[in-house]
Each structure stands twice: as structure tokens, then as C-alpha cells.
């Protein structure tokens, strides 16, 4: 299994464009998550999806979109990127509710 | 939610026990206690969890008061490997949840 999958590693945006962060999981989990990681700070919960079709809002939404067609992938749009976007974006899965979350690689951001 | 209380940084002797605290003085009946690591620029990575009981696995050991307001995870005997920023969390209860706060960073030096 590849676990969790992000793509892609590193991208520099403008302000104003938009652009998607693909996540993929082969582990058949329903639960995935996208968080964001400032500098020197702990992740934050963006959005995260119980099963395909569903999505909640994390402590972070804004600023972001997420859909959840197919249990495999759960994509992270950014609609009008901003310098305040600028992070670290990891994508999670787990099995259920409880269960250990595994974590993606990163995507890094620069919106400048 | 609980919140969680650790020291910002840590060093510890290569080959010696790392001992990481962590105060959750306010949780609740129903919820666990998990250890994160984040390794330099990688995703976290799920360490261990335990609700009442002390725990072990592979990696490390989870001890948990008997009043479960703290907790202390254990690396018997720590390499170079383990720098890492470790991250104690309580699960929000009733849901799938993970609120990091911002962690202990463990040096091991040689």
C-alpha cells in the first residue's frame, strides 16, 4: 500500500489564482482529513469527510473547499489564494471515528 | 474540549529513557490521550493511545495517572531518529477529532 498520497510537494501561487490539492488514500478508510501547518505551530483541521458525499467544517475553513466523490480522494481547493494561506497542507485518513490517523507527505504553499 | 500542557523543548542523551510530559487536567471520562510525532518537514506519525491503562507498544510506553490529568511517554532508549516535535492529544469526545496543540521538541544528542 502507498498510504497516503499528496500531490504535489511544493507549489508557489500569485494572489488570486486558485488551484486543487490532490489527496489519495489505498487503505479504504472513510475518514480523511486536511489540516494546515503555520511555522513553529501544530496542525490545524481545515475540513474533514466521513464518507464519500459528506464533509464537515474544521476550526479553519475559510478560504478553503473540499469534495468527497469516491472514498479514494479528497480534494482541497483554494479558490482565491492569499499570502495568509501560506503553509504546510497534510492530508490524513483513518478507518472510524477514534481510530489512528495516518498522515500524507505535505504540500508545501507559497502565495505571494 | 481538553486541552493539553507540554514543555516546549526537551534534550536527551542517545541510548537513555526520553520521558515526555503532558497535563490534561480537564478531561473528560470518555476520552483518550494520543502521542503524535513529527519528524523534521514529514507528516505526523501516530506513536500510541490509551484511555485509563498504561500502554506499549514497538515504539514507546504510555503512563497515565490514576486521575488521568497526566500522562508521560516513554522512549526506553532514544536514538538520533526520535528528534522530533512530539505532540500529546486528547480526542474530542463523540467525535474523530485530533486537535494538535504546538508539542515538544526532543533533541537527542550523542
Known amino acids: 500500500n502507498a498510504g497516503v498520497t499528496q500531490t504535489p510537494k511544493f507549489r508557489i501561487l500569485k494572489i488570486g489564482q486558485s488551484m486543487t490539492l490532490q489527496c489519495t488514500q489505498d487503505m479504504n478508510h472513510n475518514y480523511m482529513y486536511w489540516y494546515r501547518q503555520d511555522p513553529g505551530m501544530g496542525l490545524k483541521l481545515i475540513y474533514y469527510s466521513v464518507g464519500a458525499g459528506i464533509t464537515d467544517k474544521g476550526e479553519v475553513p475559510n478560504g478553503y473547499n473540499v469534495s468527497r466523490s469516491t472514498t479514494e480522494d479528497f480534494p482541497l481547493r483554494l479558490e482565491l489564494a492569499a499570502p495568509s494561506q501560506t503553509s504546510v497542507y497534510f492530508c490524513?485518513?483513518?478507518?472510524?471515528?477514534?481510530?489512528?490517523?495516518?498522515f500524507g507527505p505535505g504540500t508545501r504553499l507559497l502565495v505571494l | 474540549d481538553a486541552k493539553t500542557t507540554q514543555p516546549p523543548s526537551m534534550d536527551c542523551a542517545e541510548g537513555r529513557a526520553a520521558n515526555l510530559p503532558c497535563n490534561h487536567s480537564t478531561i473528560s471520562g470518555n476520552e483518550y490521550v494520543y502521542w503524535y510525532r513529527q519528524i523534521h518537514s514529514q507528516g505526523p506519525q501516530y506513536i500510541i493511545h490509551?484511555?485509563?491503562n498504561n500502554e506499549t507498544n514497538e515504539m514507546a510506553s504510555l503512563i497515565i495517572t490514576e486521575d488521568r490529568k497526566s500522562s508521560t511517554l516513554i522512549l526506553p532508549h532514544a536514538t538520533l531518529r526520535d528528534t522530533a516535535v512530539y505532540y500529546c492529544?486528547?480526542?474530542?469526545?463523540?467525535?474523530?477529532?485530533?486537535?494538535f496543540g504546538t508539542g515538544t521538541r526532543l533533541q537527542v544528542f550523542p
Open positions: 492529544i486528547v480526542r474530542v469526545a463523540n467525535t474523530d477529532k485530533l486537535i
Open positions: 490509551g484511555l485509563k
Open positions: 490524513a485518513s483513518s478507518t472510524g471515528l477514534a481510530e489512528t490517523q495516518y
